[in-house]
């Protein structure tokens, strides 16, 4: 329904003024329906303009910059455009065409080749992460199912600190299928085994806050450190005194109800959506701190919920998904190249770490190294770099979208006085009036 929006103010505006109008208007619009989208608690989001290009990293680099709206803005335009040259065929409209056409390049190849540090700064540093790939779907209903994952986790994470020796190991979303801090048994195998690695885990787990209304669930991830397992006896630490992330956004209709915050989904299920930007910092072998930011997969359909995480100061992105429903089916690649968006528009590496896959390492350019084939077990260690200053989109990720609002209210304002007095012109010379 949003995408007929659109075209039906289209419909107006040439009725209005002229199709010609209404087509360098088309963008305008069309950016502004795309965001308002975006808003809606019952929105998918796969559909929005500018993802069609998010595989697409030699165009969209001025993303840090305009975010996903200014790229489905450029494309749109970019259409009109085409279509005003197919109409008019005049060499300035041409022209207009090559300029829009190329610009996005060249400020891809000046950030990508000629200069990444203007727009990574100078103050970047590496961290040594590992992912850890499952072969299992949370969703199945083998009774086995939290013994195997379990099992698999923690074989995995073995190989991967035993092996490669990380600075930081990221678990798939909700890899511990209980209750982090209500099972007394897996948190202290937890700290044992923490304490054993030397090594900080980001831990995905569910809870179930309140036993009288067991369809509500939470959605957390924290980073458990060395230093929380080996004082947690000593100091006496609760499970409240631990910074825990709360996933803020889940998929529709399946994770939680839009607009009905109790309703159980066809699941049966409920997920309590947190309200807190949260931030965790850990230390590698030579004691340097780094900053990472946790978010939890269908979040990052929130470009400016991504940007937010990144303004708490964080030097790379942690995203613990859940993708193995999806089956060996398109729908994994798609969501792997959103986050591609999420990288570039924030200028950060993600980490993405997914049960079943698709997992890897998307650098701030977009580009994917590190992946692991999907649907295998499997780990994969890789430098990631560290980047401290902020895009322009991190710092006014709405920027774009205010703008474009008001260009359009004053290009419509303009039209409307410029045909307001042609009609006068018209009416005074008796001239019956005629639309382009």
Known sequence: PFMLFPLLIFYFIQRRFSWQKAILLLPFVWTLTDWLANQMPHGLQVYLLAYTQSNNIWLIQFSDTF?????????????????????????????????????????????????????????????????????????????????????????????????????????????????????????NFTKKAITAWQTSVAIGYAEYPDSTKKHIYQNKALVFTPQLAMFWDSLKIKPIDVKVYQKQYGLPFVELMPYFAELPTARGTAMQQGKENLTFEYVNFNNDKFIVALTICWEQM???????????????????????????????????????????????????????????????????????????????????????????????????????????????????????????????????????
């Not at 100078?122 to 992912?131: A, C, D, G, L, Y």
């Not at 303004?311 to 790379?316: E, K, P, T, V």
């Open 302 to 436: 929130y470009p400016h919920k991504i940007a937010a995480l990144v303004n708490q100061d964080a030097d790379f992105i942690a995203l613990m998904n859940n993708d193995s429903w999806f089956g060996k089916s398109p729908g994994a690649k798609q969501l792997r190249s959103f986050t591609r968006m999420r990288a570039i528009e924030n200028r950060r590496t993600i980490a993405r770490c997914s049960n079943g896959g698709i997992s890897c390492f998307i650098d701030p350019f977009g580009r994917i190294y590190g992946e692991i084939p999907w649907f295998t077990k499997n780990i994969s260690t890789q430098e990631v770099l560290c980047v401290s200053k902020k895009s322009f989109y991190t710092k006014h990720p709405h920027f774009f979208v205010i703008l474009d609002g008001i260009l359009l209210i004053i290009l419509l304002c303009y039209f409307e006085i410029n045909n307001k007095k042609h009609l006068l012109i018209l009416k005074n010379e008796n001239i019956p009036a005629k639309r382009e």
């Open 67 to 187: 975010g996903m709206w200014g790229v489905g803005f450029w494309l749109m335009m970019m259409n009109g455009f085409l279509t005003l040259v197919c109409d008019k065929k005049q060499i300035k409209i041409i022209s207009f065409t090559i300029i829009w056409l190329i610009l996005p390049f060249i400020y891809s190849l000046w950030v990508m080749k000629i200069s990444p540090q203007s727009v990574l700064g100078s103050n970047t540093r590496k961290s040594k992460v590992s992912i850890i790939q499952t072969n299992l779907d949370s969703y199945s209903k083998d009774s086995l199912l939290v013994q195997k994952t379990f099992q698999q986790i923690v074989s995995l994470s073995d190989s991967a600190v035993r092996i490669t020796h990380p600075d930081l190991l990221i678990l798939p979303e909700a890899a511990f299928p209980l209750s982090l801090f209500q099972d007394e048994t897996i948190l």
